[in-house]
């Protein structure tokens, strides 16, 4: 299924090798290149595809290179060719240019935002905070210019100094997804660069514009030519190219757990280094003791931001029959009162899914829990297809109540704005469903009960945890990541993501002036 979706665009068609159509908007959008060894440059067969607004797909956002393996192949020599360079610079002059790349994100966020929105559909308030989400990764991370702590220790033998460091891995190759377009690819590229590597980076093939906005960012800052390279393009292609490429020492992937299995294996066959961050499905308890207002505020923020199309959505709501009848009333009230549209328009609450492969997607998995025993449809449920939304992919805010834990709307990743609400009878109950998923990103609970939430806290097997906050909005100095199919042992974001972009070395100085023998020697007091 995953492999069949990379060959699609937002209107659903192949588009590899397309480069015009008719409609007047796409004839003017504008034309971009790759960016590799510091030069702006076509793709070597010069093809193109489009980028579409998903709000309204006679909109082309512009056109972007078709990459091969021709392609990634020169952005991986002119990674490696830059790496002595930027890794012999000191960090905190690294740390200098990412301070400034810093200045330029925030002085454009209006215009990225408004690009990103245009090219994913998210409101503009959530393209606001993508943008500053990587302006915070930026900050925090080149901070690390001037820490990047290693640490001594004694050794075991006199007259004997040992030390760990950290050093850079090398050329990177970083694989990033369209729903945090600019987020999620700041917090794979500041690290990387902190640290002293190089990198070449692929973003989705829906999202090319604002990871285009952050490398063009770079370039201002003055990150030197070859450190950072962008080819983009389709993932069986120039994704594949990447994740095979023998001279990247890393591949740090975020997307879908399926695609994210291809790249493990690939990486496993070349010894590659290899940090996955894959999907969800995230749970809220709501238990008797809740405030319900709130809980059902953060059910609605979790379930329906980014149109349900975040890693950590709230797409499972485990709710404790005494306030069950309450809480859905209100939940189902709300969603219903949601205004879909384009995420240009301030006064609108949700917009598009991403593109017609998602709407298809989407709508399958509403049919399955339509038919699955029990469940109850309680709103929304159709795609939205007349005036505004007629030229975009537009679907109601979905609830589902009644849902069995092991019905498939309460076990798969559906990535679309459907949650399912699930009755329980007690906490024990409720962390038991929430618990028995395959992945394991984002918990939540609402209580009034400081005992129920430790308890919780302890034992739900997540990466995350919220009490009393929706699943979703991590902060930038807390690592990010989940268990089971959701990661494969990494964490992103905080000091944490330092692990995965360093490598460390132990250092040992022998200033003795004779051999001694670790393990051997026998030491006497003197
Ligand atoms: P995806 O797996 O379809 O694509 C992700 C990236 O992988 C894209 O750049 C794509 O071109 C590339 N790719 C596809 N096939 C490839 C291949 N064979 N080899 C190499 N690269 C390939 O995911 P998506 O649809 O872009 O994103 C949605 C998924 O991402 C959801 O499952 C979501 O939960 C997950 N996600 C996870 C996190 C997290 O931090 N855990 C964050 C955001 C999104």
């Known amino acids: 299924m995953a492999q069949a979706k990379k060959a699609l665009s937002k209107n659903g068609k192949k588009q590899q090798g397309r480069s015009s159509s008719s409609s007047p908007a796409r004839t003017s959008a504008k034309t971009y290149y790759n960016y590799i060894g510091g030069s702006w440059v076509k793709a070597a067969s010069g093809e193109t595809f489009e980028n579409l607004n998903p709000a309204d797909t006679r909109d082309c956002v512009g056109r972007f290179p078709v990459s091969s393996e021709e392609d990634v192949n020169r952005a991986v020599d002119a990674a490696r060719e830059a790496f002595n360079g930027w890794r012999r610079m000191p960090a905190p002059r690294r740390a200098e240019i990412l301070f400034r790349l810093g200045e330029i994100l ?54 004997k100094f040992a030390m760990c460091v950290r050093q850079p891995v090398g050329s ?57 390279n962008l080819v983009t393009g389709f993932g069986e292609t120039a994704g594949a190219a990447i994740t095979n490429h023998p001279a990247l020492r890393l591949i740090s992937f975020t997307g879908s757990t399926e ?92 917009g598009p899914v991403i593109n017609a492969d998602a709407v298809h997607k989407i709508m399958g998995y509403i049919e399955i829990g339509e038919r699955e025993d029990g469940a109850r449809l309680a709103c929304g449920g159709k795609r939205l297809t007349g005036g505004e939304h007629a030229n975009g992919y537009f679907i109601e805010p979905t609830v589902f109540t009644d849902v069995a834990p092991d019905m498939r709307i309460a076990q798969e990743e559906i990535f679309g704005p459907v949650t ?3 009755p329980t009878a007690s906490l024990e109950g409720a962390i038991e469903i929430a618990n028995n998923v395959r992945y394991g990103l984002s918990a939540a609970i609402y209580t009034s009960d400081v005992n129920r939430a430790f308890h919780a806290m302890n034992e739900m097997y997540t990466g995350i945890f919220y009490v009393n906050a929706s699943t979703i909005g991590a902060e930038v100095h807390l690592p990010f990541g989940g268990t089971k199919a959701t990661g494969n042992g990494h964490r992103e974001a905080g000091t944490q993501v330092l692990d995965i972009f360093s490598e460390w070395k132990s250092i040992y100085v022998d200033y003795s002036g004779k051999l001694q023998r670790a393990q051997i020697d026998a030491i006497e007091p003197q």
Not at 130 to 158: S, W
Not at 216 to 223: D, L, P, Q, T, W
Not at 326 to 337: D, G, H, I, P, R
């Open 259 to 350: 695609t994210g299995r291809i790249v493990a294996s690939a990486c496993a066959d070349r010894n590659a280094i290899c940090s996955l961050e894959m999907g969800g499905k995230n749970v809220i308890i709501v238990m008797d003791d809740a405030d319900i207002d709130l809980a059902v505020e953060g059910a609605i923020w979790g379930a329906f931001g980014t149109s349900g199309q975040r890693c950590t959505a709230s797409s499972r709501l485990v709710v404790h029959k005494k306030v069950y009848k309450q809480f859905t009333k209100k939940l189902v009230e709300q969603a219903a009162s949601l205004r879909v549209g384009d995420g240009a328009n301030p006064n609108v609450d949700m």
């Open 106 to 159: 925030i002085r454009n966020k209006e215009r990225f935002a408004q690009d990103m929105t245009r090219e994913m559909g998210k409101v503009l308030k959530e393209t606001g905070g993508d943008v500053q989400e990587a302006i915070d990764c930026t900050y925090y991370t080149a901070g690390e210019g001037r820490r990047l702590h290693g640490f001594t220790t004694p050794a075991e033998m006199p007259d």
């Open 172 to 228: 990177c190759g970083l694989i990033t997804p369209w729903n945090f377009p600019m987020a999620i690819p700041s917090w794979k590229l500041i690290p990387a660069l902190v640290c002293g590597n190089t990198v070449v980076i692929k973003p989705a093939e829906d999202t090319p514009l604002s990871t285009y906005n952050l490398v063009k960012a770079c370039e201002e800052a003055g990150v030197p030519p070859g450190v950072v």
């Open 420 to 422: 399912a609400v699930i």
